[in-house]
Protein backbone atom coordinates (compact mmCIF):
# COMPACT_ATOMS: atom_id res chain seq x y z
CA UNK A 1 0.00 0.00 0.00
CA UNK A 2 2.77 2.47 0.74
CA UNK A 3 4.60 1.99 -2.38
CA UNK A 4 1.56 2.34 -4.08
CA UNK A 5 0.74 5.76 -2.40
CA UNK A 6 4.66 6.54 -3.00
CA UNK A 7 3.83 5.59 -6.83
CA UNK A 8 0.22 8.11 -6.83
CA UNK A 9 2.58 10.68 -5.09
CA UNK A 10 5.20 10.65 -7.99
CA UNK A 11 2.67 10.35 -10.50
CA UNK A 12 0.72 13.23 -9.78
CA UNK A 13 4.33 15.19 -9.29
CA UNK A 14 5.01 14.28 -12.85
CA UNK A 15 1.63 15.82 -14.43
CA UNK A 16 2.03 18.90 -11.94
CA UNK A 17 5.77 19.40 -13.17
CA UNK A 18 4.55 18.43 -17.31
CA UNK A 19 1.15 21.38 -16.90
CA UNK A 20 3.81 23.67 -15.37
CA UNK A 21 6.30 23.77 -18.00
CA UNK A 22 6.85 27.07 -20.33
CA UNK A 23 5.29 27.01 -23.63
CA UNK A 24 6.72 29.31 -25.77
CA UNK A 25 6.08 30.43 -29.88
CA UNK A 26 9.30 29.08 -32.10
CA UNK A 27 8.17 32.40 -34.21
CA UNK A 28 10.26 35.45 -34.09
CA UNK A 29 7.14 37.92 -34.45
CA UNK A 30 9.11 41.10 -33.99
CA UNK A 31 11.01 39.59 -37.43
CA UNK A 32 7.35 40.39 -39.38
CA UNK A 33 6.91 43.64 -38.54
CA UNK A 34 7.29 46.79 -40.50
CA UNK A 35 7.59 49.62 -38.69
CA UNK A 36 5.72 51.53 -41.52
CA UNK A 37 2.49 50.37 -40.42
CA UNK A 38 2.14 50.38 -36.79
CA UNK A 39 -0.42 52.35 -35.28
CA UNK A 40 -1.60 53.18 -32.06
CA UNK A 41 -4.57 53.98 -30.11
CA UNK A 42 -5.02 56.74 -27.35
CA UNK A 43 -7.16 54.92 -24.30
CA UNK A 44 -9.11 57.90 -22.29
CA UNK A 45 -9.89 55.85 -18.77
CA UNK A 46 -10.79 57.42 -15.49
CA UNK A 47 -9.74 61.30 -16.72
CA UNK A 48 -6.15 59.76 -18.07
CA UNK A 49 -4.84 58.62 -21.27
CA UNK A 50 -2.74 55.79 -21.88
CA UNK A 51 -0.84 55.16 -25.41
CA UNK A 52 -1.32 51.50 -26.85
CA UNK A 53 1.49 50.60 -29.89
CA UNK A 54 -0.64 47.40 -32.34
CA UNK A 55 0.77 45.59 -35.18
CA UNK A 56 -1.56 43.53 -37.96
CA UNK A 57 0.41 40.77 -38.95
CA UNK A 58 0.50 40.02 -42.66
CA UNK A 59 -1.12 36.60 -43.20
CA UNK A 60 0.91 36.30 -46.51
CA UNK A 61 4.17 36.83 -44.56
CA UNK A 62 3.64 35.33 -41.20
CA UNK A 63 2.10 32.01 -43.06
CA UNK A 64 1.59 29.99 -39.69
CA UNK A 65 -1.55 31.68 -38.53
CA UNK A 66 -3.48 35.03 -37.79
CA UNK A 67 -1.91 37.56 -35.21
CA UNK A 68 -1.89 40.59 -33.66
CA UNK A 69 0.94 42.42 -31.45
CA UNK A 70 0.04 44.87 -28.70
CA UNK A 71 2.35 47.30 -26.81
CA UNK A 72 1.87 49.14 -23.53
CA UNK A 73 4.41 50.93 -21.34
CA UNK A 74 5.54 49.11 -18.26
CA UNK A 75 5.37 52.73 -16.50
CA UNK A 76 2.98 55.19 -16.19
CA UNK A 77 3.14 58.14 -16.54
CA UNK A 78 4.99 56.68 -19.96
CA UNK A 79 8.58 58.30 -20.37
CA UNK A 80 8.23 57.27 -23.87
CA UNK A 81 5.67 59.99 -25.06
CA UNK A 82 8.33 62.94 -23.60
CA UNK A 83 10.90 61.57 -26.62
CA UNK A 84 8.00 62.29 -28.90
CA UNK A 85 7.91 65.82 -28.08
CA UNK A 86 11.14 66.39 -28.78
CA UNK A 87 13.42 66.55 -32.23
CA UNK A 88 12.22 65.29 -35.17
CA UNK A 89 9.03 63.77 -34.13
CA UNK A 90 8.21 66.96 -32.30
CA UNK A 91 7.76 68.74 -35.93
CA UNK A 92 5.10 66.33 -37.22
CA UNK A 93 2.14 69.29 -36.72
CA UNK A 94 0.05 67.27 -34.08
CA UNK A 95 0.36 65.34 -30.44
CA UNK A 96 -1.10 62.59 -32.12
CA UNK A 97 1.07 62.71 -35.38
CA UNK A 98 4.32 62.92 -32.96
CA UNK A 99 3.22 60.18 -30.64
CA UNK A 100 2.95 57.89 -33.80
CA UNK A 101 6.49 59.01 -35.08
CA UNK A 102 7.87 58.06 -31.87
CA UNK A 103 5.97 54.66 -32.03
CA UNK A 104 7.09 53.72 -35.26
CA UNK A 105 10.91 54.72 -34.50
CA UNK A 106 10.32 52.57 -31.29
CA UNK A 107 10.29 49.40 -33.18
CA UNK A 108 12.19 50.42 -36.60
CA UNK A 109 15.24 51.77 -34.62
CA UNK A 110 14.87 52.03 -30.56
CA UNK A 111 13.61 48.02 -30.11
CA UNK A 112 16.26 47.89 -27.01
CA UNK A 113 13.94 50.47 -25.18
CA UNK A 114 11.17 48.89 -26.55
CA UNK A 115 11.63 45.20 -25.26
CA UNK A 116 12.87 46.95 -22.01
CA UNK A 117 10.12 49.37 -21.18
CA UNK A 118 6.96 47.79 -22.52
CA UNK A 119 5.45 44.96 -22.10
CA UNK A 120 4.47 43.15 -25.91
CA UNK A 121 1.77 41.02 -26.48
CA UNK A 122 0.61 38.89 -29.49
CA UNK A 123 -2.72 37.69 -29.91
CA UNK A 124 -2.40 34.38 -32.28
CA UNK A 125 -4.79 31.99 -34.14
CA UNK A 126 -3.02 28.67 -35.42
CA UNK A 127 -3.93 28.48 -39.91
CA UNK A 128 -5.85 25.29 -38.79
CA UNK A 129 -8.24 27.17 -36.74
CA UNK A 130 -8.85 29.35 -39.48
CA UNK A 131 -11.63 28.82 -42.86
CA UNK A 132 -10.22 29.65 -45.81
CA UNK A 133 -8.60 31.00 -47.95
CA UNK A 134 -10.86 33.92 -49.53
CA UNK A 135 -9.64 36.00 -52.32
CA UNK A 136 -9.60 39.47 -51.77
CA UNK A 137 -8.60 42.50 -53.93
CA UNK A 138 -7.15 45.42 -52.98
CA UNK A 139 -5.72 48.74 -54.68
CA UNK A 140 -2.32 46.68 -54.25
CA UNK A 141 -3.70 43.62 -56.01
CA UNK A 142 -4.91 40.16 -54.96
CA UNK A 143 -4.41 38.35 -51.73
CA UNK A 144 -5.65 35.59 -49.47
CA UNK A 145 -7.81 36.42 -46.23
CA UNK A 146 -8.50 33.67 -43.43
CA UNK A 147 -11.07 33.87 -40.70
CA UNK A 148 -11.13 32.29 -37.54
CA UNK A 149 -13.70 29.33 -36.99
CA UNK A 150 -16.21 29.61 -34.14
CA UNK A 151 -14.70 27.95 -30.85
CA UNK A 152 -11.02 28.36 -31.90
CA UNK A 153 -8.22 29.52 -29.53
CA UNK A 154 -6.95 32.54 -29.25
CA UNK A 155 -3.34 32.08 -27.50
CA UNK A 156 -1.52 35.29 -25.63
CA UNK A 157 1.89 35.29 -25.85
CA UNK A 158 4.27 37.53 -23.68
CA UNK A 159 7.56 38.77 -24.51
CA UNK A 160 9.82 37.84 -21.81
CA UNK A 161 13.44 37.49 -21.47
CA UNK A 162 13.68 37.07 -25.41
CA UNK A 163 11.52 34.97 -25.43
CA UNK A 164 7.63 34.83 -26.55
CA UNK A 165 5.92 33.19 -23.69
CA UNK A 166 2.31 31.58 -23.93
CA UNK A 167 0.32 33.29 -20.72
CA UNK A 168 -3.19 32.18 -21.58
CA UNK A 169 -5.04 30.18 -23.99
CA UNK A 170 -8.38 32.10 -24.55
CA UNK A 171 -11.91 30.14 -26.09
CA UNK A 172 -13.22 32.18 -29.20
CA UNK A 173 -16.60 31.01 -29.45
CA UNK A 174 -18.07 33.71 -32.03
CA UNK A 175 -14.65 33.29 -34.04
CA UNK A 176 -13.46 36.85 -33.56
CA UNK A 177 -10.13 38.28 -35.21
CA UNK A 178 -7.01 38.71 -32.78
CA UNK A 179 -7.33 42.44 -33.37
CA UNK A 180 -11.22 42.12 -31.47
CA UNK A 181 -9.53 39.66 -28.56
CA UNK A 182 -6.68 41.69 -28.26
CA UNK A 183 -8.40 45.08 -28.18
CA UNK A 184 -10.68 43.96 -25.02
CA UNK A 185 -7.76 42.59 -23.44
CA UNK A 186 -5.46 45.77 -23.65
CA UNK A 187 -8.48 47.82 -22.40
CA UNK A 188 -8.82 45.94 -19.68
CA UNK A 189 -4.71 46.40 -19.02
CA UNK A 190 -4.57 49.91 -19.29
CA UNK A 191 -7.75 50.61 -16.96
CA UNK A 192 -5.90 48.34 -14.35
CA UNK A 193 -2.86 50.49 -14.95
CA UNK A 194 -4.66 54.07 -14.58
CA UNK A 195 -6.39 52.64 -11.19
CA UNK A 196 -2.80 51.73 -9.97
CA UNK A 197 -1.58 55.02 -10.74
CA UNK A 198 -4.43 56.67 -9.42
CA UNK A 199 -4.47 54.49 -6.33
CA UNK A 200 -0.54 55.00 -5.81
CA UNK A 201 -0.05 59.07 -6.52
Not at 124 to 138: N, S, W
Amino acid sequence: MRRFISFFILQLFIINSCSSQERFSEVDFFKYVDAKSVTISIYDTLGQKIVILDYEFDFSNLKVGDAHLYAISKKYPEEWIKKAREGECATRGSEYRAIWCQAKHLFREDTVLLKESFDIYVFFIDKKELEGPYREQTDEGYYDNYDPKKNSNIIIYKYINKKWIEIAKLKNPNGHNPRFVGEDYMDKLAQQKIKEYLKNR
